[in-house]
């Protein structure tokens, strides 16, 4: 079975500062993992993805997400946060094909001015 | 704008009242989803449909029918609706390989008094 973990439901970080949310899975099949971005009110939001291309992956607004085996994990990362970053955040697993995706707990990033 | 619409987009209940939720995406994505979303708990799936004509249950089905007669729209019945039944709905969709991750609506905001 699937699972996914994100280690703290709240961050909290100065605006200029390094964004770092952690995600953590759980998959018997080489896994898809995704972040998505939810702002108040709003739907979620597709962020990035990894599908067993290259392990750093590339997303919207400045966000990067490094896939490490051997850790189990897909980080999510922006180098310099910005007040418009303050959203919540879900990492996600499904595997190869599947159709049905398993969300984290959702991540609250706050942003300091 | 492409993408997936819900209607309606907040709703308030009396226990016992029915009502269904709209869902209609116009990607011609053939797998559609609804999740309820609740503080501290993330997304869970109540049903999917992975085509016109089919539909399965989710993690949390108990109290909710869908029905999915034309590809673009998939509906969620609530046939006597109770309190524990509060929530945010959300519907996705989703290409058949599960590489592009989900589209998600709006949201609707039910709550049952």
């Known amino acids: 079975a699937q699972s996914v973990t994100q280690l703290g439901s709240h961050v909290s970080v100065s605006e200029g500062a390094l964004v770092l949310l952690r995600c953590n899975y759980s998959?018997?099949?080489?896994?898809?993992l995704f972040w998505y971005v939810q702002y108040p009110n709003q739907g979620l939001q597709l962020l990035l993805k990894?599908?067993?291309?290259?392990?750093l992956v590339k997303g919207i607004n400045g966000f990067e997400a490094e896939f490490k085996k051997s850790e189990t994990s897909f980080h999510l990362t922006k180098p310099s946060a910005h007040m418009s970053d303050a959203a919540e955040y879900f990492c996600?697993?499904?595997?190869?094909?599947?159709?049905?995706?398993?969300f984290g707990a959702g991540t609250r990033l706050f942003v300091k001015a | 704008n492409a993408g997936v619409t819900q209607t309606p987009k907040f709703r308030v209940l009396k226990t016992g009242q029915s009502m269904t939720l709209l869902c209609a995406q116009d990607?011609?994505?053939?797998?559609m989803y609804w999740y309820r979303q609740d503080p501290g708990m993330g997304l869970r799936l109540i049903h999917y449909?992975?085509?016109?004509?089919?539909?399965a249950k989710g993690e949390v089905p108990d109290g909710y029918n869908v029905s999915r007669l034309k590809k673009q729209n998939f509906l969620l019945g609530l046939e006597s609706a109770a309190p524990s039944q509060t929530s945010v709905y959300f519907c996705?969709?989703?290409?058949?390989?599960?590489?592009?991750?989900?589209?998600f609506g709006s949201g609707t905001r039910l709550t049952v008094v």
């Open positions: 996705a969709s989703s290409t058949e390989s599960g590489t592009t991750g989900y589209t």
């Open positions: 998959s018997s099949v080489p896994p898809y």
């Open positions: 990894y599908t067993s291309a290259a392990t």
């Open positions: 996600a697993v499904s595997d190869p094909g599947g159709f049905k995706t398993i």
């Open positions: 990607m011609n994505h053939e797998y």
């Open positions: 449909s992975v085509g016109e004509g089919t539909t």
